[in-house]
């Protein structure tokens, strides 16, 4: 029986509760059973609803001044433009200008701000710092999401990875009617988190507050775009249902690609909102609305990713630095191969080798994208060794290969054929273990 270290055959009637999904599908597997045991979460699209042929829409070269410390501020205005399908790879701007300045983000005084006696005051204060991010595909509209403005003075909006993954043009509208054009500054895939820049004057930004102190039980409020833009600066309001809360995303074959510590709350969090803010009564933002479960059983069980961690990757993302390892999530290592035990391996390919060989796991297959493949490792080499430990089946190198992170660099140790089948060498590889997509 293979094993598949790269997902890209799922076992039969081996799909989990619940799919893993960006892009706000159905999920028609109700397999229920496992319940949060697994907490296999399906990340929708809580903002990149992707819009069908029908017309429903279903969700950086700059200098500026060093802004000052994220306090409140009092409401400033300002103005212009920017709707489809496709699965054409994104051609967006990702260039940056290498002498930028990043933004010193700093997080509101406690008692800065009493606004929890009216939720009309908390929107009106934050409002004008939300926008509607509108993604684009070959002229015609893909997607929906949210955001909101971190640095007034430069042009920053945080928003999800997710929402601008795919996409050519990427549009931001203020819930007054101004529109501009965004470029991207960074996004993250793993953290989930996206900087986007507008050439922009007199916008509003955002307080932050400190989601490392915050309590269950406390009251928040979301404010974004759900379903489309008729129905944008939506807030809702709930609570803090858990904090730091660990949860497992998975892909559409219930491997799971990643753990995240997130912020859970009952606010109605719906696709279109994702990228936006979630916000204390002091009207500091708090997280970023991200994912929820999605399925029929299930109400009220939405994450968002905590602000405070949120600000490094913003800082990282502004300055064109790598994210490496971070408090919000964790990516799944993977080497990219296919692997059988030896035995079962050359009965498969029917290779009747004419010499002595090693026990280990014979590859099957590999990507040749991989970083694996790029190293050298190939098809028919029978790994023995893992970066110091011993494989001698599957379940070993699967122990060994779960005691690390993806961009660790590891070495494997492999016995390679001739081509005759007549003899064979070991030979070491060196490479770093690719993030499970």
Same mark, same amino acid.
């Given at each position: 029986?293979?094993n ?21 599908s ?16 399906i ?6 609803l ?15 001044e ?15 433009e ?17 002498d ?31 926008c ?8 015609q ?5 949210s ?37 991207i ?56 249902? !858990?904090t730091? %809360?660990?949860?497992? #995303? &998975?892909?559409?074959? @219930?491997?799971? /690609? +990643? ?5 859970? $709350? ?22 970023i ?65 004419r ?20 190293? !050298?490792?190939? %098809?028919?080499?029978? #790994? &023995?060794?893992?970066? @110091?430990t011993e /494989? +001698? ?5 699967? $122990? ?14 492999v ?17 770093k ?5």
């Amino acid at each position: 029986m293979n094993n598949n270290y790269n997902n890209q055959t799922p076992p039969q009637n081996n799909r989990p509760d619940y799919s893993y999904n960006w892009n706000g599908s159905d999920n028609n597997n109700k397999n229920g059973g496992n319940g949060l045991k697994v907490l296999a979460i399906i990340a929708i699209v809580i903002g990149a609803l992707a819009l069908t042929v029908l017309g429903v829409m279903l969700a950086r070269n700059f200098d500026f001044e060093l802004p000052e410390a994220f306090l409140p501020t009092e409401s400033q205005t300002s103005g212009t433009e920017g709707d489809g399908s496709g699965n054409e790879e994104s051609s967006l701007d990702f260039s940056r200008d290498p002498d930028i300045s990043v933004p010193d983000f700093s997080v509101a005084p406690d008692s800065d701000i009493d606004l929890s006696t009216d939720l009309s005051k908390i929107y009106n204060e934050c409002s004008p710092s939300c926008c509607t991010v509108r993604v684009s595909l070959n002229g015609q509209p893909y997607s929906i999401g949210s955001g909101f403005v971190i640095d007034a003075d430069g042009g920053y909006i945080a928003t999800n990875h997710h929402v601008i993954e795919t996409g050519d043009q990427i549009t931001v509208a203020f819930y007054d009617g101004r529109e501009y054009d965004a470029k991207i500054v960074g996004s993250d895939s793993v953290t989930d988190i996206a900087v986007l820049h507008v050439e922009a004057k007199g916008l509003t930004q955002v307080s932050f507050g400190d989601s490392s102190k915050i309590k269950i039980g406390e009251n928040v409020v979301a404010i974004g775009t759900p379903y489309d833009e008729t129905l944008a600066g939506t807030m809702t309001c709930g609570i803090v249902s !858990g904090t730091a %809360r660990e949860v497992q #995303i &998975t892909n559409d074959y @219930g491997k799971v /690609v +990643k753990t995240m510590k997130l912020i859970q $709350t009952d606010c109605s969090i719906n696709p279109g909102n994702s990228g936006g803010p979630l916000i204390d009564m002091a009207g500091t933002v708090i997280g970023i609305t991200s994912l929820k479960i999605a399925d029929e059983q299930f109400e009220g069980i939405g994450f968002a990713i905590p602000i405070t961690s949120a600000i490094d990757i913003f800082q990282k993302l502004i300055a064109g630095e790598d994210i490496g390892d971070s408090d919000i999530a964790v990516a799944t290592p993977q080497i990219g191969i296919t692997v059988y035990d030896v035995e079962d391996g050359l009965e498969y390919f029917r290779m009747n080798p004419r010499c002595e060989y090693p026990e280990g796991v014979l590859i099957a297959d590999i990507e040749f994208n991989s970083s694996a493949y790029a190293a !050298g490792l190939s %098809r028919y080499d029978i #790994i &023995t060794d893992f970066n @110091g430990t011993e /494989v +001698k089946n599957r379940e070993d190198l699967t $122990t060994a290969l779960s005691k690390h992170r993806a961009g660790e660099t590891v070495t494997v140790t492999v016995f390679r054929f001739n081509r005759m089948l007549t003899s064979g060498e070991y030979e070491t590889i060196t490479f770093k273990l690719d993030a499970a997509e």
